[in-house]
């Protein structure tokens, strides 16, 4: 009777043991792949305004975004008044910038991802190309912290090789509660360190929770910072592909 007894708490150990451990069991490439969704949805409208911020000045604009998938996405200018118009659009591997006041279509070529976006700290690639962090990189989980009293999991993506993407390395800070990502840091193809963006405001908008402000911080730069901070946003509306074209980059209006 005694054997049986604790045959049966030995079992039950077990499968008890094992239905926790399949419970908890997350792997890195599933955390950021849930961080991208959650991010970015199926589809997504942004209002936005865009501190430049550096020692002895700073300016603004106000922008609107438009996303589909991972493939498609259109940013648009709607001040100030000498950049109003200006709009940016990535069609799959391609990108362009819309210039009015030239009225001229300027294509980005690759190796222009990683220059400045409108004179801020994000590149080109932090707006519009949005290298596929999920598919581009290999993850590791390396820790768990706490930022801001929100536990994360530190995850370090590693470019695969021949990736078509501006960052050797991301490591990424993702909330367990709410899958956002709450510090982001950026490194070069020699290991150093470039970037660091940091989210705040996490607010409910568009039925779901999303990060209000958002911090770009150059690391050899002291006093410079771009700050984002949405208004505004919707996601996984019906939006055509034909609305991420180079007529309609041409024609929105604010």
């Not at 409208?45 to 589909?68: G, L």
């Not at 999991?153 to 899958?179: F, G, R």
């Amino acid at each position: 009777m005694k054997l049986r007894l604790l045959l049966i708490m030995v079992v039950f150990g077990i499968t008890c043991f094992n239905n926790t451990f399949a419970a908890e069991f997350i792997t890195a490439y599933d955390i950021i792949k849930r961080s991208d969704q959650q991010m970015r949805g199926k589809s997504s409208y942004n209002e936005i305004t865009m501190n430049i911020i550096r020692p002895d000045w700073q300016r603004s604009m106000s922008m609107k975004s438009w996303s589909k998938g991972t493939g498609l996405s259109l940013v648009l200018v709607t001040a100030p008044a000498n950049e109003k118009g200006s709009a940016s659009l990535k069609r799959q591997n391609e990108m362009w910038n819309w210039v009015p006041r030239i009225e001229k279509i300027i294509k980005i070529a690759p190796s222009m991802l990683s220059q400045s976006w409108m004179g801020s700290d994000f590149t080109n690639d932090d707006l519009i190309n949005q290298s596929s962090i999920v598919v581009d990189y290999h993850h590791t989980l390396m820790s768990e912290e706490s930022v801001e009293g929100d536990t994360v999991w530190v995850i370090e993506a590693d470019a695969k090789i021949d990736a078509p993407v501006v960052w050797s390395k991301v490591v990424l800070w993702i909330s367990k509660t709410t899958y956002l990502q709450r510090k982001v840091e950026f490194y070069d193809e020699f290991g150093d360190l470039v970037n660091t963006l940091l989210t705040g405001g996490i607010k409910e908008m568009g039925g779901r929770m999303v990060p209000t402000q958002m911090s770009m911080l150059p690391a050899d730069k002291p006093g410079y910072e771009t700050e984002m901070i949405t208004h505004a946003a919707q996601f996984d509306f019906d939006i055509s592909d034909n609305f991420f074209s180079q007529r309609q980059m041409k024609a929105l209006r604010d």
